[in-house]
Structure formats: C-alpha cells, structure tokens
C-alpha cells in the first residue's frame, strides 16, 4: 500500500488510531538507535531514513541510499531493515536475536512484517538499526556494486 503522503506527518495522519500509535512507537525506537548522518524522508511512499545524496550520490538508481524504512501496509506494518541485509552475519545474528524473543518471525527478502505492535521485539530493532553506520552502508553498496554497470549510466566507447 504505497502512499502519497509529502511529509512523515501527514503519513502518520492518515493512518488509523492503532495503526499510527504503533508506527510511531517503531518510528520513535528508529529515531533512538539510528546512526549519525542519517536523514527521515518520505521515499518509495513510505517513511524511510537515508544516506543523503550529498553523502554519497554513487548510487546504483540515483536514489539516496536506504538504511531504514517503515511503512503500512494493507494487512501488516513492514520495517525494511537494508542496513543489516547487506552484511550476512549481521543479518544473522538478528534473525538469532529475534527467534530468542519467542515472537513470530515473519520476514520477507528485506523486510519485518508485524500486525502488532506487540509482535516486534524493538530492542532487538534498535540494535539491529544501530549496527550499520553510514560509512558501514556506502562499503556494503560499493562491494555489492563492484564490477557491475549502474543502469543509469551510459557506457563510453
């Protein structure tokens, strides 16, 4: 469920009582733990934090670099965890972290799906979050990136 929405505040406006309340705790939990030189912005119609593109404009899609994402979906809430996908043993010790917790792991490629606030372990979020600085993301970026054309840029003879 893609948004609209200009502004973070006007995203959680539009949610419903339960709904905003739960993403604002999460958004909250994000602000806490997130790396410095990271900026909130709405992207990919969801609220997302960023490596600006005056950090790093070297970017596969001429995107800012996504570190963190949370957005509402139409049956659940997401939190996209980019920041930690990139590094496998991160990654992994996340996924140990949260099956600990006892709480349903229900993942996809990239992201957390909860229906609940209940459901997230935030402190194993927050963690998670604060584990990958921005120089950390950019490395992860140029390493996965290395060898391969951007689509974005045209190849010169």
């Given at each position: 469920?893609r ?5 973070v505040?006007?995203?959680l ?60 979906q ?70 996965a ?13």
């Amino acid at each position: 469920m893609r948004s609209d929405a200009i502004s973070v505040e006007d995203y959680l406006a539009s949610l419903s009582d339960e709904r905003r309340q739960a993403m604002s705790t999460v958004r909250q939990t994000i602000e806490d733990h997130l790396p410095t030189g990271l900026e909130e912005t709405m992207a990919w119609g969801m609220i997302a934090y960023v490596v600006p593109l005056t950090t790093f404009a070297d970017t596969y899609n001429g995107e800012p670099l996504l570190h963190t994402a949370l957005a509402s979906q139409k049956n659940h809430m997401s939190l996209y965890l980019n920041c930690i996908y990139g590094d496998e043993r991160i990654r992994e010790h996340f996924e140990a972290d949260y099956r600990a917790t006892g709480k349903r792991y229900d993942v996809g490629k990239s992201c957390v799906r909860f229906r609940r606030l209940e459901d997230l372990p935030l402190d194993v979020v927050g963690r998670a979050i604060a584990s990958a600085s921005v120089e950390e993301l950019i490395a992860q970026h140029e390493a996965a990136m290395a060898g391969r054309k951007s689509p974005r840029r045209k190849r010169v003879p």
